[in-house]
């Protein structure tokens, strides 16, 4: 009961929403390059389902790649810039002007640096996108150390190693973990907007702006719906990983 | 046999030189006899909670020499001569009530094993045994405190720390919690410095009430409370509001800070 409690509602939202675009769209003749009815939509992501699932798998890998080896030298950089007070003071500033850029700009010239068969520039692009929140959210979690534990760390004579392994990281993965979750939409938005710009195209963005060069609308809404349910299976993803890896946190949002 | 604790002549300026100077002990002198309880008692400000982390080292003194078991202070705590437990719990929320228990043995390099039976035996004695398994946010807040009461016993110390440890908590679990220390120093022989607000509770608990008055801290005057028996009816008794009377009337020639 307490499951239908939590999962009916949004359902029933969602339900009604599509019912009322249906309605809005036929009774209002609303020309379907402008929007297509869902009916439509449907129709077409049927056909084309297994376009849709290789260009997905496509995207989902280049994101996938980009946000792990991103969050990857997040984690590594907040880590070594919590421990040298140094390399703290340098990375914040660069990390801040990385982040203000906009990064799907680059898309061009990475595409131009690498050759036109490689899949490195919106890997890239995904990477940098995922690096930010992971790095900014961890740097603060491993900053915030209760005092009361590093006392208590102390009195038990503990080396640093021990406190960073036993205290201070673990108490800095809920930060991890939203870093992680804004990386994680981020990275599938990264990967399949940066194939606007050319590059390889196999993946989503290519076949969304193609189908919408050849006016195949209701086709062009069925790859972003696909780019949708991509960007929450990496969400739902991290969301059970965040679970898996603390166990003892009962509520996660 | 040595006493526990003694302090001698300490001093502890904080920014020494600043012009935010603080004297914040001024010519300390406290011994802690083996097996007793010893409370420090004072307003805001008096440097009670300084002395306490004077002899925990977890700062050092201006002036002046702490030991702890015949040790100097950095000597006993990196021997892990004493536990200690805050007015927070400051459990590790990431692990189990047992884990939390088991941490410091953990750092003494116990085996697994060991650790485990000594951590539950731990737990069996604050009356926690079912809850081993739960994580610290599953607990309330006295059960949290009497968790931190079992990880600072936990390897078996000659010396308990305990800045208000109870102070958080209502005054039932206070009550109860302060029963259950007294039964357990009793148990193992441990002696006890203990930092409190509450004249009722450092009569009831201790064997010697100091004194404490602010700026800068000093000792003004110690209490001997003899109690026959410690139980909820001693807190009745006509000795134990003498005692009472007598705490209140040592802080009452003591400066307050806000008048009430």
């Keep these: ?253 | 046999m040595s006493d526990a604790v003694v302090v001698d002549k300490v001093t502890k300026v904080f920014n020494q030189g600043r012009p935010d100077e603080v004297v914040a002990l001024s010519d300390v002198d406290l011994v802690v006899p083996s097996g007793s309880l010893i409370s420090l008692i004072g307003p805001s400000g008096c440097g009670k909670s300084t002395l306490l982390r004077l002899i925990g080292d977890l700062i050092t003194p201006t002036s002046g020499t702490v030991s702890v078991a015949g040790k100097d202070a950095d000597t006993a705590r990196r021997q892990q001569e004493y536990g200690i437990a805050f007015q927070q719990a400051g459990l590790f929320e990431w692990r189990t009530v047992v884990r939390n228990v088991e941490l410091p043995l953990e750092l003494r390099g116990m085996s697994r094993a060991d650790r485990r039976s000594r951590a539950l035996e731990m737990l069996s004695l604050v009356g926690l045994s079912d809850f081993a398994g739960h994580y610290p946010a599953q607990l309330s807040g006295g059960m949290q405190q009497r968790v931190a009461i079992a990880r600072a016993l936990a390897v078996q110390p000659p010396l308990l720390l305990m800045d208000e440890p109870f102070g958080a908590l209502d005054e039932m679990t206070r009550e109860r919690l302060q029963s259950e220390l007294l039964g357990i120093c009793a148990k193992t022989g441990t002696s006890t410095v203990f930092v409190t607000h509450s004249i009722s509770e450092a009569v009831f608990l201790s064997n010697r009430v100091v004194v404490m008055s602010p700026r800068p801290g000093r000792i003004v005057t110690a209490v001997d409370v003899d109690l026959p028996v410690r139980d909820d009816t001693v807190r009745q008794s006509e000795k134990y509001f003498e005692y009472v009377t007598a705490v209140r009337r040592a802080l009452r020639g003591v400066p307050q800070k806000s008048p009430l």
Excluded at chain 1, 184 to 192: D, E, T
């Design chain 1, 1 to 253: 009961m307490k499951w239908a409690r939590t999962i009916l509602p949004p359902v029933i939202v969602g339900v009604l929403f599509i019912a009322l675009w249906q309605l809005i769209v036929t009774a209002g003749r609303i020309a379907p390059f402008i929007l297509p009815a869902p009916s439509e939509i449907w129709e077409e992501l049927v056909a084309q389902r297994q376009n849709v699932w290789e260009a997905a798998v496509s995207s989902g890998e280049n994101a996938l790649i980009g946000l792990f080896f991103g969050a990857l030298s997040g984690v590594l950089l907040a880590m070594a810039a919590s421990r040298f007070k140094a390399l703290d003071d340098v990375s914040l500033p660069f990390a801040a002007i990385l982040n203000a850029l906009p990064i799907i700009a680059l898309a061009p010239i990475l595409n131009n640096m690498f050759e036109s068969t490689s899949s490195i520039p919106r890997r890239l692009v995904a990477g940098i996108i995922a690096f930010f929140p992971v790095f900014i959210n961890t740097l603060r979690g491993l900053r915030e150390v209760d005092p009361i534990h590093r006392e208590l760390m102390h009195t038990y004579a503990a080396s640093g190693w021990t406190f960073a392994t036993k205290v201070r990281l673990p108490s800095a993965l809920p930060y991890v973990f939203t870093g992680l979750r804004q990386a994680s939409s981020l990275a599938v938005i990264a990967a399949v907007v940066a194939e606007y710009f050319g590059g390889l195209q196999t993946g989503l963005g290519s076949r969304i702006t193609s189908a919408a060069a050849f006016t195949a609308y209701p086709r062009a809404w069925a790859y972003v719906v696909g780019a949708c349910l991509l960007g929450l299976v990496f969400y739902l993803a991290t969301l059970a990983l965040e679970r898996l890896a603390m166990p003892w946190r009962k509520r996660l949002i």
